[in-house]
């Protein structure tokens, strides 16, 4: 076992690790968290050279709140086959970017079997998606019995951490495995437009959750009603539930064009979906104004096309209300 923990400024860089790893080939456990690890001293060209190190007994692999170009570094150096646990939660400096396909590529490549394996494993796993960073988990809910992973990574942009996850989705993975999508974007620039239209070509994605923000939500809503143009089918084509934060704050009348084009539209086949609604309100019918969700635009979402049903979600945990709208026969 190798556990760095909480190492001051100066007090080891990755020329140092490096050295370690070199030297403990049997390695079963190595863990570096809360450490300023200092950059190589060696050249970007010399540590390209550096070969990497096999080791065959390594299970499990912790990386915590070091910068993103030490993590990099290091995991280049790193072939472990036997892997079962991979933590990562990489830090970023705006004054000090990076190269992320570089780092998805040469850092991260190499781990991708363990990933495609993990999630072949697990039935689901939840990306998360902020500004600039991202985190995707595939774990046990009940424990740490099975191989999972953990990637966080900061100062990265959609557009770049996206195919990445992609590709793993699209080789070779069980397609029944279940990928749940939150998006907290407050703005989106071109760039990021770019990476979510790449999202929107993945199967595997069921549940997209979203928290509202006014430019991103009105670009997502339109990603949702339009037209991927690569795979000619609606833009997340196995979305089964959409659900909404802080749902009185929601457009309701762009929801609702959203639905008539993804499912009204001739042509269009679509999964029915299910919209799940979680109101800043304890009580969601109750308010004043703008935060009380009318029970005319639950009527109207309900009766659109393609959507199963309504739920109300408490924000505190507890059961929803569903608010399933039917039709009353005649002289009931």
């Excluded at 086949?269 to 635009?297: K, W």
């Amino acid at each position: 076992m190798l556990s760095l923990e909480q190492l001051c400024d100066g007090a080891i860089s990755v020329d140092d690790v490096l050295g370690l790893l070199t030297v403990s080939p049997l390695l079963e456990w190595l863990e570096i968290a809360d450490s300023e690890v200092e950059p190589s001293r060696s050249s970007a060209a010399a540590l390209t050279r550096t070969p990497p190190v096999q080791f065959l007994s390594l299970k499990t692999i912790k990386l915590d709140g070091i910068h993103v170009d030490v993590v990099g570094n290091i995991l280049r150096f790193i072939r472990a086959p036997s892997c079962e646990a991979f933590w990562l939660v990489a830090e970023g400096q705006a004054h000090n970017p990076f190269d992320p396909n570089e780092f998805l590529d040469q850092s991260l490549g190499h781990f991708s079997a363990f990933v495609r394996s993990t999630l072949d494993v697990h039935g689901s796993s939840k990306l998360c998606l902020l500004r600039d960073r991202i985190q995707w988990i595939c774990s046990s809910p009940g424990g740490l019995d099975h191989p999972y992973f953990s990637v966080d990574i900061s100062a990265i942009k959609l557009n770049s951490s996206i195919p990445w996850i992609a590709q793993l989705l699209g080789q070779g993975v069980n397609q029944a495995h279940r990928l749940t999508a939150f998006s907290k974007l407050i703005e989106i620039d071109t760039e990021d437009l770019a990476g979510l239209e790449r999202l929107s070509l993945v199967p595997n994605i069921r549940t997209l959750q979203m928290y509202v923000a006014r430019q991103s939500t009105e670009v997502i809503l339109s990603l949702l009603g339009g037209t991927n143009e690569v795979i000619r089918s609606p833009s997340f084509p196995g979305l089964e539930v959409l659900q909404l934060a802080s749902a009185s704050e929601w457009p309701f009348l762009d929801l609702e064009r959203m639905l008539v084009r993804r499912y009204g539209e001739p042509g269009r086949a679509a999964c029915p979906m299910r919209i799940v609604l979680t109101p800043a309100l304890s009580d969601p019918l109750s308010g004043r104004g703008n935060q009380r969700i009318q029970f005319e635009q639950l009527v109207r979402i309900r009766t659109s096309p393609g959507v199963e049903s309504v739920t109300l979600e408490s924000r505190f945990g507890q059961d929803g209300m569903p608010a399933c709208i039917y039709d009353d026969a005649p002289g009931e």
